[in-house]
């Protein structure tokens, strides 16, 4: 299949899943709404609702909604643009930029505290949201004086996750020390400039009059009725939730963001390693039953200004929400796919981060998306076809001659065990087939770069074969595993589903 045919079947899958997900039990919780789906940063999908002001205009693919803290990714990617510059040490004490930091406390003694710990939201300082909702647009010199009084941690330092806005605008102050800039206007020349995001920016008053510019409302009656929300101002802590953007923009955003898992992920702007680390857990969230009861995952985390989930089925998903009195957003993309969805309502009821979900395991499923593409070293490969031919050929004791061999592989389990293993396995699912497909069509999943797993058909069932090689200058056979495949034919029979069993495996 082409991109352009890979592109038209996700988009129409993209319309299905939104017509089905923004029914109007939904729609009636904001007086306008818009949620699009995105491929490499792109909108290939998109559904709007309603008038954003109220006032008879119809919501629009470019009208400006405002995005929360959304907004902390671009606090972190700058944050680390700085970092990779020299210029901020993310794991130096945090007073050595806001001096005032030095009075948080721990149990009465005083608290280590760096920016790692406040991107990745295990500063020891306790949840704020509906303070820090209140509070974003009280001043520097207010914030200056609360946090030198002494912020009071609920617990210790790189401990444990607890979502705090004021350690998150802590970071804006330490970036304005060091560029003695205001953390707004960093942001736009490190960011939003360079990217072209120009729809993107820090307050409504920064928009030209006549900017299609959602209004906010608040329900307190499931939509039945709506009062309007003036915008929270923007001051100290503005960088944790100010901007304002449009789906456009945010798919871009997410594109330049999730490319960096890529094969060919560029540098600019940020560099490909650097926007991985905004990606990858550094906080367990947990209990992630009770945080994330919608989802199937293994697991999640907070990276640096973003969520990670790491879904059951699809893999890795990152994604952030968005939430002020008259606003509700959400971004979540899968980097193996490319495919996002942004969701942007203007009512804090709307539940953008439900929809957004729905809809983007919706697409996911319809088109099968692998949750990872491994690459195999050339090793691993040609370690498997050198298994596989003395499999197929009926060697069941050469093990010998599959190598290059560590030397734990036949301690392990040693030659004759392994032997009689394979005899035993035989004996029940019969002679290998003749004519079986090549190697390549029989390779069924990969855990990472230094495994493969392929089926050897046989006349009464299959064999699944795992081979697995250490790292060194040049990789040797660490395991072999050979086991009865279970009624699909491409997995041991007992062994539970795996998200690795969705990779998909590229042989170069």
């Known amino acids: 299949m082409s991109a352009g045919d890979a592109t038209e079947q996700i988009a129409a899958r993209a319309n299905e899943a939104l017509a089905e997900r ?59 643009s700085l970092r ?114 120009a729809d993107t920016r820090a307050s409504a ?95 999640a985390g907070y990276g640096y200004g973003l969520v990670v989930e790491h879904d059951s089925r699809f893999g890795r998903i990152v994604q952030h929400a968005g939430g002020l009195p008259g606003f509700s957003s959400h971004m979540r993309w899968h980097p193996a796919t490319g495919i996002g969805v942004v969701v942007f309502g203007n009512s804090d009821q709307f539940g953008a981060g439900r929809i957004a979900s729905a809809v983007l395991h919706d697409v996911l499923g319809a088109v099968d998306a692998p949750a990872a593409v491994v690459h195999p070293w050339p090793q691993t490969v040609a370690a498997a076809r050198r298994i596989d031919e003395l499999l197929r050929a009926g060697q069941t004791d050469a093990w010998g001659r599959m190598g290059p061999l560590a030397r734990n592989v036949l301690r392990d389990v040693p030659a004759q065990v392994r032997t009689r293993q394979l005899e035993a396995a035989a004996a029940e699912v019969g002679a290998p087939i003749a004519d079986a497909a090549p190697f390549e069509e029989r390779v069924v999943s990969a855990t990472d770069a230094s495994a493969l797993r392929w089926t050897v058909p046989c006349l009464a069932g299959a064999l699944v074969c795992d081979v697995r090689m250490v790292g060194l200058h040049d990789p040797v056979v660490q395991s072999i595993d050979v086991r009865v495949a279970d009624s699909t034919g491409r997995k041991p029979r007992d062994e539970s589903p795996r998200v690795t069993d969705h990779h998909r495996v590229v042989l170069d």
């Open 22 to 80: 923004l029914d109007a039990a939904t729609l009636r919780r904001a007086p306008a709404s818009i949620a699009a789906l995105t491929c490499h940063g792109e909108v290939v999908a998109v559904r709007t609702h309603g008038e954003p002001r109220r006032d008879g205009a119809a919501t629009a693919p470019g009208t400006v909604f405002r995005i929360a803290s959304m907004s902390k990714s671009f606090l972190a990617a700058t944050a680390l």
């Open 205 to 299: 008053g920064l928009y030209p009059a006549g900017t299609d510019l959602a209004r906010g409302f608040r329900t307190f009656d499931d939509g039945g009725s709506f009062v309007p929300e003036p915008y929270v101002g923007t001051g100290a802590l503005g960088c944790i939730g100010s901007l304002f953007s449009t789906v456009t923009d945010i798919a871009a955003w997410m594109g330049f963001l999730g490319s960096a898992f890529d094969a060919d992920a560029g540098d600019v702007v940020l560099s490909a390693a650097s926007r991985r680390e905004l990606q990858v857990a550094h906080t367990l969230i947990a209990p992630v039953i009770s945080q994330f009861a919608d989802r199937e995952l293994d697991g």
């Open 84 to 197: 990779d510059e020299g210029l901020l040490d993310l794991h130096a004490p945090i007073e050595g930029y806001v001096p005032e930091a030095a009075a948080a406390r721990y149990e009465g003694r005083q608290a280590r505290i760096t920016i790692d710990t406040l991107l990745s939201n295990r500063s020891g300082l306790a949840e704020d949201n509906p303070w820090g909702d209140e509070h974003l647009g009280e001043s520097r010199e207010f914030l200056g004086a609360l946090v030198g009084e002494g912020l009071t941690l609920s617990a210790l330092p790189a401990t444990e996750y607890q979502y705090s806005n004021t350690g998150q605008s802590l970071v804006g102050r330490a970036i304005e020390a060091v560029t003695g800039r205001p953390v707004e206007d960093v942001i736009r020349e490190r960011m939003l400039d360079p990217l072209g995001l």
